[in-house]
C-alpha cells in the first residue's frame, strides 16, 4: 500500500461522495457538496491510501487549529477495503507527518460509530471530552487525544 498527498480535484469529488454514502456523514445528513467543502479548503491536508494506482481510502488534517493544531479532520475508507489494515495505515501515516510538528494528534468520534471509536483506542487514543448534542441530537462526539507530551516541551 503507497500513501500519496498529490490528491486531484476529481479524486477530491471521489472522496466527497465516498463520504457522503457512508457513515458517520450519513447519519450527520452530509451531503456530496457539504463533504468536499470540508476537505477541498487550503487548510485541509489530504493523504491516500492506494494499492495498484486505486485510491483505498482517504484521511484528511489539520495543523491550523490553534491549541488544537493536529486535528484529523476525516478518515474515510471506501467500503470494499475496510477491515484491511487501510485506516491504520492512514492514522499511522498521519500521526508521523503531525508529530513531526507537534505533540498531539486530535479526531473527533461520534457516539454511534463504535467501530471507528475502537479502532481509535486501539491505536492508543483516549477520551479528552464529549460534546453533546453537537451534530445530531441524542449523540455525542467525542475529542480524543494521542500525545507524546505537553506543547511547552515539544522541540520540533
Same mark, same amino acid.
Given at each position: 500500500?503507497?500513501?500519496?498527498?498529490?490528491?486531484?480535484?476529481?479524486?477530491?469529488?471521489?472522496?466527497?461522495?465516498?463520504m457522503?454514502?457512508?457513515?458517520?456523514?450519513?447519519?450527520?445528513?452530509?451531503a456530496?457538496?457539504?463533504c468536499h467543502?470540508?476537505?477541498?479548503?487550503?487548510?485541509?491536508?489530504?493523504?491516500?491510501?492506494?494499492?495498484?494506482?486505486?485510491?483505498?481510502?482517504?484521511?484528511?488534517?489539520?495543523?491550523?487549529?490553534?491549541?488544537? /493544531?493536529?486535528?484529523i &479532520?476525516?478518515?474515510?475508507?471506501? =467500503?470494499g477495503?475496510?477491515?484491511? *489494515?487501510?485506516?491504520? @495505515? $492512514?492514522?499511522?501515516?498521519?500521526?508521523?507527518?503531525?508529530?513531526?510538528?507537534c505533540?498531539?494528534?486530535?479526531?473527533?468520534?461520534?457516539?454511534?460509530?463504535?467501530?471507528?471509536?475502537s479502532?481509535y483506542? /486501539?491505536?492508543?487514543? &483516549?477520551?479528552?471530552?464529549?460534546f =453533546?448534542?453537537?451534530?445530531i441530537? *441524542?449523540?455525542?462526539? @467525542? $475529542?480524543?487525544?494521542?500525545?507524546?507530551?505537553?506543547?511547552?516541551?515539544?522541540?520540533?
Open positions: 500500500m503507497d500513501i500519496r498527498n498529490d490528491v486531484t480535484p476529481e479524486e477530491l469529488w471521489t472522496c466527497a461522495l465516498m457522503s454514502t457512508t457513515d458517520p456523514w450519513v447519519t450527520m445528513g452530509r456530496v457538496e457539504l467543502a470540508g476537505i477541498a479548503h487550503e487548510d485541509a491536508r489530504i493523504l491516500l491510501a492506494c494499492e495498484n494506482g486505486q485510491v483505498l481510502g482517504f484521511l484528511a488534517y489539520n495543523m491550523r487549529v490553534g491549541i488544537i /493544531r493536529g486535528y &479532520q476525516n478518515l474515510c475508507v471506501f =467500503e477495503a475496510r477491515g484491511k *489494515g487501510v485506516g491504520t @495505515f $492512514l492514522m499511522s501515516e498521519a500521526e508521523k507527518r503531525i508529530l513531526e510538528e505533540p498531539n494528534v486530535f479526531i473527533c468520534v461520534s457516539s454511534f460509530n463504535k467501530r471507528a471509536k479502532l483506542e /486501539r491505536l492508543g487514543y &483516549q477520551v479528552v471530552g464529549e =453533546e448534542d453537537m451534530v441530537r *441524542g449523540h455525542s462526539e @467525542f $475529542l480524543l487525544r494521542k500525545t507524546t507530551g505537553p506543547l511547552s516541551e515539544f522541540r520540533p
